[in-house]
Each structure stands twice: as C-alpha cells, then as structure tokens.
C-alpha cells in the first residue's frame, strides 16, 4: 500500500549510542518532516524538507541529523543518544506542505 | 506559553451527542489543520483550513481568521470517534511548519 513507511516500529538504545530511525514514503511527495512526541507537550517539528538535497531545522533539533539524497527517503539520524530523546518518532510527507498530510506509524525510542 | 491552545484537553461525551473541540492561535497562520490520532498511535489528517468551513461526513472543521479560533465539530458521535484531536498551526513565513496544540482525548461511552 503507498504510504509513509517508519523503521524500526520500537527501539531501545544505550545513552550514548547512535542510531537512524528509517523514512520512506513511495507518492513522491517533495515534503517530508520528522516529528517528536512527548506526553504533555504535544508533537514538535525536528527537521523538515521541502525537496531532495535540501533540509531546514524545526523547533527542537539539537541532537538529530537529517539528510535527503532521494525524494522517497528522509533518514533521521541520533549521533549520541540521551535518556531526554526517549520519545515516540514521526515521520510525515505532503506533496507541497500545505496539505494531504501523511504519517508513518510511529517509532517508540527508549534511551536508558 | 504554547502558541497553539486546545480545549477541553480530556472530553467524555455519550454516543449521539455532538462535539465540539477549540484551537485558539496567538500567531499569524496560513493554514490551520486538524489531525486525528488512534488509540494506537496512528495520526490521520482530516481537514486543513485556510478559511471558512469544510465537512467531511460527520465532522465539520470552521476557522475565523480574525479571532484567531478555528473548532471541530463531530456530529451524532459514535464510539469509534473515540481517538486523539490535534490542531496544528502553519505559521506564517515558516516554511510550512506545524505548531502542535497538545490535543483533546475524546472518549464516546456507547
């Protein structure tokens, strides 16, 4: 089915290591973002991008790197991970950013 | 203080009743959506509102831009409406960022 396809669905990592959470999306769609969520605080904007080789920074995007070599991939990637990135992970696409917003599943990240 | 304001944050309503859920913004937008989020975590867009009114079904999303409010409403509310509403703004100038309120959790009791 085409859609937003999130890997790993659950992930549990040790503070300090590193790790990608995995983005695809096949409706070639040129925006792609991720996304944060937290109890309490609702979803926060980490990275987004409006088109292959270009990315922009969110709300909250101190420790996460983001690339886009390809419209259909947008990695997320943790370079060091800490117990404060324990979250749930979103991945969500647009064709412009304006509207027909798909998400992915959802990613469950412990750091301990 | 969060941008994007929700309420109520928690809503238990009987099967049938109709709903009405708030979004107040302190920022100029160029669009305001709506989301919904599944017990089990899956978020699905359901409308996305620069203006006016859009009905989809049993729900009916308004926005006025000068008050800076937009509502949802879900009419002859059913059990499986029971889920996670999020408003999300699109500041103006951004880039197409969302600003997330923290979003209403309605229960429908059958």
């Known amino acids: 089915n085409a859609g937003v396809t999130q890997t790993p669905k659950f992930q549990v990592l040790k503070t300090g290591q590193s790790m990608t959470l995995q983005c695809a999306q096949d409706?070639?769609?040129?925006?792609m973002s991720w996304y944060r969520q937290d109890p309490g605080m609702g979803l926060r904007l980490i990275h987004y991008?409006?088109?292959?080789?270009?990315?922009d920074q969110g709300e909250v995007p101190n420790g996460y790197n983001v690339s886009r070599s390809t419209t259909e991939d947008f990695p997320l990637r943790l370079l060091s991970a800490a117990p404060s990135q324990t979250s749930v992970y979103f991945c969500a696409s647009s064709p412009t950013g304006n509207y027909g917003y798909t998400f992915g599943s959802g990613t469950r990240l412990t750091v301990v | 203080k969060n941008e994007v304001e929700q309420s109520p944050q928690n809503l238990t309503a009987q099967e049938g009743e109709f709903i009405t859920i708030n979004c107040s913004y302190s920022?100029?937008?160029?669009?305001l959506h709506w989301l919904q989020q599944h017990p089990g975590g899956g978020i699905v867009s359901l409308f996305m509102?620069?203006?006016g009114k859009k009905k989809h079904g049993r729900l009916i999303a308004t926005i006025n831009i000068q008050e800076k409010h937009s509502s949802l409403h879900i009419t002859a509310s059913h059990p499986r409406d029971s889920a996670v509403y999020i408003c999300?703004?699109?500041?103006?100038?951004?880039?197409?960022?969302?600003?997330f309120g923290t979003g209403t959790s309605l229960t429908v009791i059958p």
């Open positions: 409706m070639n769609h040129e925006y």
């Open positions: 999300a703004a699109v500041k103006s100038n951004t880039g197409n960022q969302f600003y």
């Open positions: 920022v100029g937008i160029s669009a």
């Open positions: 509102l620069s203006s």
């Open positions: 991008s409006v088109g292959a080789g270009i990315t």
